[in-house]
T-cell receptor, first 111, second 114 residues
Framework: KQEVTQIPAALSVPEGENLVLNCSFTDSAIYNLQWFRQDPGKGLTSLLLIQSSQREQTSGRLNASLDKSSGRSTLYIAASQPGDSATYLCAVVNQGGKLIFGQGTELSVKP | EAGVTQFPSHSVIEKGQTVTLRCDPISGHDNLYWYRRVMGKEIKFLLHFVKESKQDESGMPNNRFLAERTGGTYSTLKVQPAELEDSGVYFC????????????FGQGTRLTVV
């Protein structure tokens, strides 16, 4: 049974710092992996989708990497801003598109 | 282009009552998914439609939950009768091609059963 774990559960950093959020999964036979952010009381916003054949994906200040063999993905946020404050969710994707989520990392970026 | 929309945004009902949640996916997206997050837990899969057919309903908790997607457009999720443990946030997502493309989520429906 696939399990997804995100560490840390919460993180507080000063503005301008580069930071890394971690995601691990127990079964390496994943199809894809998707990172989301969720603002309080809002829905999920897709950040990046990494295909299983890719090792990383970049969008602006965000860079996500994927190492299937070790069951890990990281989300790197460069030059963090207060607007980056949100909960970040990692989800592994099976071939049918079913997502299995981690608990999320709650990020707070202090001005 | 309109995103995934869900109605209502909030619902408070008494135990034993019936509630129906609605999801309008992005136009043209054949794949529609329901998920929910109960207090303190991670978001969990409920079921997956491809057009009007249920592709995977392995996450449905019990037979008090009924999902439909007549005509392959919008979907409804009915809870009857509601129990206290059904409280949580119900999310809907859609994608054009299952697995290969991003899933887009709605704002969610916060259901409170009292």
């Amino acid at each position: 049974k696939q399990e997804v774990t995100q560490i840390p559960a919460a993180l507080s950093v000063p503005e301008g710092e580069n930071l890394v959020l971690n995601c691990s999964f127990t079964d390496s036979a994943i199809y894809n992996l998707q990172w989301f952010r969720q603002d309080p009381g809002k829905g999920l916003t897709s950040l990046l989708l990494i295909q299983s054949s890719q090792r990383e994906q970049t969008s602006g200040r965000l860079n996500a990497s994927l190492d299937k063999s070790s069951g890990r993905s990281t989300l790197y946020i460069a030059a963090s801003q207060p607007g980056d404050s949100a909960t970040y969710l990692c989800a592994v994707v099976n071939q049918g598109g079913k997502l299995i989520f981690g608990q999320g990392t709650e990020l707070s970026v202090k001005p | 282009e309109a995103g995934v929309t869900q109605f209502p945004s909030h619902s408070v009902i008494e135990k034993g009552q019936t509630v129906t949640l609605r999801c309008d996916p992005i136009s043209g997206h054949d794949n529609l998914y329901w998920y929910r997050r109960v207090m303190g837990k991670e978001i969990k899969f409920l079921l997956h439609f491809v057009k009007e057919s249920k592709q995977d309903e392995s996450g449905m908790p019990n037979n008090r939950f009924l999902a439909e997607r007549t005509g392959g457009t919008y979907s409804t999720l009915k809870v009857q009768p509601a129990e206290l443990e059904d409280s949580g946030v119900y999310f809907c997502a859609s994608s054009p091609k299952a697995g290969d493309t991003e899933a887009f989520f709605g704002q969610g429906t916060r259901l409170t059963v009292v």
